[in-house]
């Protein structure tokens, strides 16, 4: 473990599926409720809260829920291109950059978490824990853009599963 980074990590899956309609599934907020969140509230840097059903913007800051957790996390858009890229504070200080890449067949959905403490608690906390976390949300984006299927479990009887 001597060579191993605690401060970030990369990810990778392909997605048949359009870089639009993957930037989208990241940037509005009743998409990123399809997948990944139980809620996702964005108000602008005026303080007006973003459109469920519009894209957010640099500087927009979020507060996010997931079901069967009581934690909100919050942070702020760093970079929306309206592309292909999207950057955002995560876990404190850290930061997620999602890049849309397209590929022969599909578009390569790259997750880079990033300034990830080292202290033991993030250690395992954030370059573990959000390690596995994404992992699993970047399959279950997959299955609901390819098939429709939501693989999270929303039993509140049944926490502590692989999928939740």
């Known amino acids: 473990m001597d060579n191993f980074d ?8 392909p997605v048949n599926s359009t870089i639009s309609e993957l930037y989208n599934a990241w940037t509005i907020p009743q998409e990123l409720e399809k997948w990944f969140l139980s809620k996702a509230y964005f108000e602008s840097p005026n303080g007006k809260a973003v459109n469920k059903n519009e894209n957010i913007n640099q500087n927009d800051i979020y507060e996010w ?3 069967l957790f009581d934690i909100t996390e919050k942070g702020k858009i760093l970079e929306a291109n309206g592309i292909d890229l999207l950057k955002f504070t995560f876990a404190g200080d850290c930061i997620v950059e999602v890049r849309l890449i397209q590929n022969v067949d599909n578009v390569i959905v790259e997750l880079t978490q990033y300034n990830i403490p080292t202290d033991n608690q993030s250690k395992k906390g954030i370059r573990i824990g959000c390690d596995s976390g994404w992992s699993f949300f970047l399959v279950n984006l997959k299955s609901i853009y390819e098939g429709g299927i939501d693989l999270r479990n929303k039993n509140e009887n049944l926490k502590g599963m692989l999928n939740n």
Do not use: D, L, N, P
């Open 6 to 13: 605690w401060t970030s990590f990369t990810k990778e899956i």
């Open 65 to 67: 829920s997931w079901f």
